[in-house]
T-cell receptor
Framework: DAKTTQPPSMDCAEGRAANLPCNHS???????VYWYRQIHSQGPQYIIH???NNETNEMASLIITEDRKSSTLILPHATLRDTAVYYC??????????????FGQGTTLQVKP | DAGITQSPRHKVTETGTPVTLRCHQT?????MYWYRQDPGHGLRLIHY???????DKGEVSDGYSVSRSKTEDFLLTLESATSSQTSVYFC???????????FGDGTRLSIL
């Protein structure tokens, strides 16, 4: 599975959009981009995933560049409850270690009043 | 939220004792996973299951065993607990391998 690079931390003002970048320059054609977040002391929470098209759900939008080497998670109107560690994970459709998610260090997003 | 219950939520035990953690799901999902989370290591996969009685090892399986006799229950056993197994343990489920995994609230295990 391809590795990902994320900034260690970001700040965002409450009510503004939070844009979290992820670099996955070695991604291959059968690998999806997944985003999870982990609020302090809770289990990771699935947010969104995509292959090559932009995706949107009730929580966020995922923008994947045309060459698929990077992506951005967008939280359109961040609230204090969105303060968490956000993980970008690239995972093959069929992995040699079936189902394994490789969690890196993630980005700590601090939403400020 | 996915119907996942981990028990116990907290446990303190002594080195050398056996410990069993339980993950119970009400979603009828085929796949179940056990991860551990430690500072500086993120989440690491211990074992996973792809059906009743079908399990396989993850990247940090030494010292752990699992069992799945029913779709809804996935047990993680530490045969003889060691201090290095002090960690937060998370269970996750997914409908199929390519579907997103949904996590429980974790079990905080301390081995003294």
């Amino acid at each position: 599975d391809a590795k990902t690079t994320q900034p260690p931390s970001m700040d965002c003002a409450e009510g503004r959009a939070a844009n979290l970048p992820c670099n996955h320059s070695t991604i291959s054609g059968n690998e999806y981009v997944y985003w999870y977040r982990q609020i302090h002391s809770q289990g990771p929470q699935y947010i969104i995933h995509g292959l090559k098209n932009n995706e949107t759900n009730e929580m966020a939008s995922l923008i994947i560049t045309e060459d698929r080497k990077s992506s951005t998670l967008i939280l359109p109107h961040a609230t204090l409850r969105d303060t968490a560690v956000y993980y970008c994970i690239v995972r093959a459709l069929f992995s040699s270690n079936t189902g394994k998610l490789i969690f890196g260090q993630g980005t700590t997003l601090q939403v400020k009043p | 939220d996915a119907g996942i219950t981990q028990s116990p939520r907290h446990k303190v035990t002594e080195t050398g004792t056996p410990v069993t953690l339980r993950c119970h799901q009400t979603e009828n999902h085929r796949y179940m996973y056990w991860y551990r989370q430690d500072p500086g290591h993120g989440l690491r996969l211990i074992h996973y299951s792809y059906g009743v009685k079908d399990t396989d090892k993850g990247e940090v399986s030494d010292g752990y065993s699992v069992s799945r006799s029913k779709t809804e229950d996935f047990l993680l056993t530490l045969e003889s607990a060691t201090s290095s197994q002090t960690s937060v343990y998370f269970c996750a489920i997914s409908e199929e391998v390519v579907q997103p995994q949904h996590f429980g609230d974790g079990t905080r295990l301390s081995i003294l």
